[in-house]
């Protein structure tokens, strides 16, 4: 039967300590699952590989990852450990602290894992007193490395002593933990890839971030590929509906067994992208031997992911043991990982944990070194929250704006999310980018800086075209316009056919005796005006008035297609031809009863010079439409109207 398990709270803790510890032993004895699965393990009695079980709890379930506790093998352990929330500690009560140990507990602080549980284990062959010292050696470690836990418990996986009290202090700690976060952007770092018969592909691994349900299409980064998911179990049970800090096992449809590998990972679609450039939050390691430097190779490692790397610190030359800052990571072939992912950099040799952090942006590039504002706006990435990652960048940005998948690479939540978020931020959608509220609040106030230049400079204009405005900006139209179209909206300008300005602007005041002399030459000329270089000639001033009354729409300008020219005629001079053509041609209705141009031209006793463009223009505002050589008067009441506005 299948079934949802998200009502059930839960809790995802990292089983850490040094190798023959007995950790293994402890979850068996906690949980009666042996995580050592493969032969090798069984054989060795040393965990190779994470391995997990289940604890039934009182108000959910714990998903406990037995870490790989050898030194050879912390590679293994760092890819179950970047999945954890908490850690139970496990040392052994006579050896005490060892050298994992302490790694284990580095690696905890520096992804940021703050809680946890500590256990003593084969306590029945310790004395009271060495169990005492040891108790101190272990909360004084948990300590140094900022995790906060209770009482050490001291434990044996073969008499069953201290079980109970260990069961319960990991129920307490789920009951305490906050529920774990969704942000709609499903994340899973692929550890086993397998065929099982009846299910095709299957993947295993940590799903974190978002849920994951049966019919999704994923897609496996880095590569590209997609599948769908086909099937989903937990822990051996079949789910609908996989929800984030759930060990989960994914039957894949669509992709073989060798198109998938450990270290690729499952997401949805375009969510996330190759970069061979990482922006981090990174913190060295307090038990380096000596400071890292600039430019060091060393290895990534985040979820099931290893990759060669070097260090790039930005506003500095080193970086001292425990010390903190903003960096990049420059990776030799492209990686594809989450904002906020924690990982971990290493030495191959000698072997050591250099240092740890969470990934800022994971699509970076080169970044310039000692700038003030690269350093503040990773500082902001580093403190803030998705949306203050999505006001950062969209500041970066400016006016050019960010498309939404750009903007949930870098907040790492899902697209839908980050709708919202701008939606609340005030941001604004122009085509398929949007833009900060700051970036277009400042372009309102360049546009309406703009038009006002425009009429102080050109005061008899009617306004300016989009496209002469957008240049004037240096801004695409698309984004000029959706500009225009907001502050037409509040009222603080108007449009005027293709032409805009501000609302308070009226060109009317400011007409001139030029413009009055000018309409008074296309009023006389009637149907037969001057060319326009002859009524204008060289006078600015004229040039201007000559634009003032065509935008006014007192002269109107009609345009011979055929012989690529304009004429230029009063408004009266046309509504008069408009009524003579009606007079004329009644019956005008049909293409049979249409009139011929020569006709047209006849009955107005005008040339083809002026009758040509006169009838293209009627054509164009309806007046009048095109049948062959013949037109018809679409509307009789047309030629009865007030006077044309071209």
């Known amino acids: 039967m299948v079934r949802s398990v998200t009502a059930l709270k839960t809790l995802l803790v990292g089983v850490i300590g040094h190798v023959d510890h007995g950790k293994t032993a402890l979850v068996r004895a906690l949980t009666g699952v042996e995580t050592d699965r493969l032969k090798e393990e069984r054989t060795r009695g040393v965990s190779i590989v994470p391995g997990f079980a289940l604890l039934n709890a009182d108000p959910g379930e714990i998903d406990l990852v037995d870490l790989p506790g050898h030194e050879r093998f912390v590679r293994a352990m ?16 006579h050896e005490g602290i ?3 140990t302490v790694e284990h507990l580095e690696i905890a602080r520096l992804i940021g894992v703050r809680r946890g549980v500590l256990a003593l284990t084969k306590a029945d062959l310790a004395t009271p007193e060495t ?5 101190a050696e272990i909360a004084a470690a948990a300590l140094r490395a900022g995790i906060e836990a209770g009482p050490v418990i001291a434990t044996s996986a073969v008499t069953g002593a201290g079980l109970g009290e260990l069961s319960a202090a990991l129920s307490a700690l789920l009951a305490e933990t906050e529920p774990g976060r969704d942000d709609g952007f499903p994340y899973l770092p692929v550890d086993r890839v397998f065929s099982r018969p009846g299910f095709g592909t299957v993947v295993t691994g940590t799903l974190r971030r978002g849920p994951l349900a049966v019919g999704n299409t994923v897609e496996i980064a880095p590569g590209g590929r997609t599948a769908v998911v086909r099937g989903l179990q937990i822990h051996g049970r079949p789910v609908e509906r996989a929800e984030p800090g759930r060990r ?41 031997p000596e400071a890292l430097a600039g430019g060091m190779r060393c290895r990534l490692l985040f979820g099931t992911t290893e990759a060669e790397a070097r260090l790039r610190l930005l506003d500095r030359d080193v970086l001292e043991p425990g010390a903190s800052t903003q960096a990049q990571v420059h990776l030799a072939e492209p990686v594809a990982v989450p904002a906020r992912e924690p990982f971990v950099l290493r030495l191959d040799s000698p072997s050591v944990t250099l240092a740890g952090g969470r990934i800022l942006d994971p699509a970076s590039r080169r970044l310039r070194r000692h700038d003030p504002r690269v350093m503040a706006d990773l500082a902001a990435l580093a403190a803030g929250s998705a949306a203050q990652a999505i006001t950062v960048r969209l500041g970066q940005l400016g ?9 949930a690479r870098i907040s790492g939540v899902s697209p839908d999310r980050v709708r919202q978020i701008l939606s609340d931020g005030g941001a604004r959608g122009i085509g398929d980018r949007y833009v900060g509220a700051a970036a277009f609040e400042a372009l309102r106030a360049g546009t309406l800086a703009a038009l006002s230049h425009h009429h102080r400079d050109s005061p008899m204009d009617h306004g300016i075209a989009l496209e002469r405005l957008a240049r004037t900006l240096a801004l695409p139209e698309a984004v000029t316009g959706a500009v225009l179209r907001d502050l037409a909206a509040a009222g603080s300008v108007a449009q005027a056919g293709a032409l805009w300005r501000r609302a308070e602007f009226d060109p009317a005041r400011n007409e001139s005796e030029a413009a009055r002399r000018l309409e008074q030459i296309f009023r006389r000329a009637g149907l037969n005006p001057p060319d326009e270089a002859d009524a204008v000639g060289r006078d600015v001033r004229r040039r201007e008035a000559l634009t003032y009354l065509v935008g006014s729409g007192t002269v109107i300008r009609a345009v011979d297609r ?40 006849a009955t107005l006793g005008i040339s083809r010079k002026f009758s040509i463009p006169l009838l293209e223009h009627l054509d164009a505002t309806g007046f009048t439409r095109r049948a062959g050589d013949r037109r018809m008067i679409v509307s009789l009441e047309a030629g009865r109207a007030a006077p044309d506005q071209g």
């Open 78 to 93: 760092i890819s179950g450990a970047t999945g954890m929330r908490s850690v139970l500690l496990a040392v052994d009560a």
């Open 248 to 288: 989960t096992a994914v039957a894949l449809r669509g992709i073989d067994l060798d198109e998938i590998a450990r270290g690729q990972a499952l997401s949805l679609p375009g969510l996330l992208a190759p970069s061979s450039w990482l922006d981090v939050a990174i913190t060295a390691a307090t038990n380096v």
């Open 399 to 407: 006016a050019a704006g960010a498309p939404l998948i750009d903007l």
């Open 98 to 100: 060892k050298p994992q």
């Open 131 to 135: 169990l005492a010292a040891r108790a």
């Open 562 to 601: 055929v012989q690529r020219r304009a004429v230029l005629f009063h408004r009266e001079a046309v509504a008069g031809a408009k009524t003579r053509l009606v007079e004329a041609f009644p019956e005008a209705k049909t293409p049979e009863a249409g009139f011929l141009a020569r006709e047209a031209g």
